[in-house]
């Protein structure tokens, strides 16, 4: 009866551990995933898509830029409402380098901030986390006056 059982399960076993290495994602992948991501959110302020926004941004996240740092989904999604009013975007992003972990579940992208003249004058820093469906979520996001992270990084 055991070898019944055994002869059994050996197919299904051996199809879940094919369908999950065909399916494994290697860093490349996520890191374009992560710079989709970051550049999916960095659209939403260029079509004035608040709720868009507010989509890409996790339940924990912290983003600082103020006084004191956004906590949380709804402080975070109130403290950029008044970026997206006016019909032209006073700045945007794109991201310019991603590191994954090894872990595939966290994620550092950067780049240049520019203001509505494509002048660049900051850079930004935002951690991404890769939820339980799959999606990319930001986590932590700060950025930095462009001249002081060039000299940072020196």
Wanted: hydrophobic residues 40%; charged residues 25%; glycine residues 6%.
């Amino acid at each position: 009866m055991r070898l019944r059982l055994i002869c059994a399960l050996c197919p299904c076993l051996l199809t879940l551990a094919l369908f999950g290495s065909a399916h494994a994602e290697t860093r490349e992948q996520l890191t374009q995933q992560v710079r989709d991501a970051e550049n999916a959110f960095a659209a939403t302020m260029a079509a004035r898509d608040h709720k868009a926004f507010a989509s890409f941004v996790a339940d924990d996240a912290i983003f600082f830029g103020g006084d004191t740092p956004a906590r949380g989904k709804a402080a975070v999604v109130e403290s950029w409402k008044g970026l997206y009013e006016k019909p032209n975007a006073p700045f945007s992003w794109r991201s310019e380098a991603v590191e994954v972990l090894d872990s595939g579940k966290l994620a550092h992208s950067s780049g240049p901030v520019l203001n509505a003249k494509g002048e660049r004058i900051a850079t930004f820093n935002s951690i991404w986390r890769r939820e339980s469906d799959g999606s990319w979520k930001v986590v932590f996001d700060k950025g930095c006056d462009a001249c002081r992270c060039a000299q940072t990084a020196q």
